[in-house]
């Protein structure tokens, strides 16, 4: 499992080669078994093979630089927030969408797939191309396909991260 | 090239909307990231453009293309950055002087 976690990539070039509907299923139940506050359950997902939707989600979403071969959406349902009496800006919201992204790129990467988050499109264009209902927020797509071999626009940090760097024993010790 | 087409009207509608909605993300985002949506926007347009442009600009357009490529990959160094923006806009300048007919001296 910690060889997955660490050899998991950003993806952001990907070739044209289908993602098995098979395969796409079982990221997405990655996704169900996300841990998530209060076990509420507030995220609804939306799937996408199609060529001409993945097409025009490409052209709302400025921040997709991938041309995958499917996409799922993470979306909040807010009726369900309402439901659990919850307060919109409680952070477990939030969480939970993160908590599923990462299950769900860690699947795909166990599968040999790469994935790519991609949170900088328009929420309302993409309402609109994907038919998703007001009481919906589409909160990040995690673009889905096969990885190409070149082409990757790597992100290098400034400096050397470790988990040692971000860690503080006991008390923060600034 | 005058009169002539740059990009068909499917072209065109990808660029709108691209343009558009990243006037709405920018609202949300970092300013810099509004430098990166404008180039990301003449990379794509520059690439419309090879496809319907004579022979004696795709090579200009082709260095275009090139240049942004490198230059989104190396945002974090915002000196280095805002340096091959300025190096970007004076070969972009250079090539409509040229195409003008403006090069050389004052007469």
Request: glycine share 6%; hydrophobic share 40%.
């Amino acid at each position: 499992m910690l060889e997955l976690i660490r050899t998991r990539r950003v993806i952001r070039s990907m070739t044209d080669k289908p993602v098995k509907r098979a395969h796409l299923e079982k990221v997405l139940e990655a996704g169900r078994w996300a841990p998530c506050g209060g076990n509420h359950r507030l995220l609804r997902f939306v799937a996408i093979q199609n060529p001409v939707t993945l097409r025009l989600m490409r052209k709302v979403s400025p921040g997709m630089s991938q041309r995958p071969a499917a996409a799922i959406v993470l979306c909040i349902d807010w009726d369900q927030v309402k439901v659990h009496k919850i307060p919109a800006h409680d952070r477990a919201i939030s969480i939970d969408v993160g908590t599923a992204m990462e299950n769900m790129m860690l699947a795909a990467h166990s599968i040999k797939l790469g994935s790519g988050p991609v949170t900088s499109f328009s929420k309302e264009a993409l309402r609109v191309v994907l038919n998703i209902p007001q009481n919906l927020s589409p909160e990040v797509i995690i673009c889905i396909g096969h990885a190409a071999p070149k082409d990757q626009m790597i992100m290098i940090p400034k400096k050397k991260v470790t988990w040692q760097s971000l860690t503080d024993w006991e008390r923060y010790a600034g | 090239m005058a009169g002539s087409m740059a990009l068909n009207e499917e072209e065109a509608y990808e660029l709108l909307t691209f343009l558009v909605t990243s006037a709405r993300i920018q609202q949300d985002e970092p300013a810099s990231y509004g430098s990166l949506r404008l180039l990301t926007a003449a990379e794509r347009l520059s690439g419309f453009m090879m496809e319907h442009s004579s022979s004696g600009n795709r090579g200009f357009l082709a260095g275009i293309q090139e240049d942004i490529e490198q230059m989104t990959d190396s945002m974090a160094d915002v000196e280095r950055f805002v340096t091959s923006l300025d190096e970007l806009c004076r070969v972009v300048a250079q090539h409509l002087v040229e195409q003008n007919g403006l090069s050389g001296g004052a007469s």
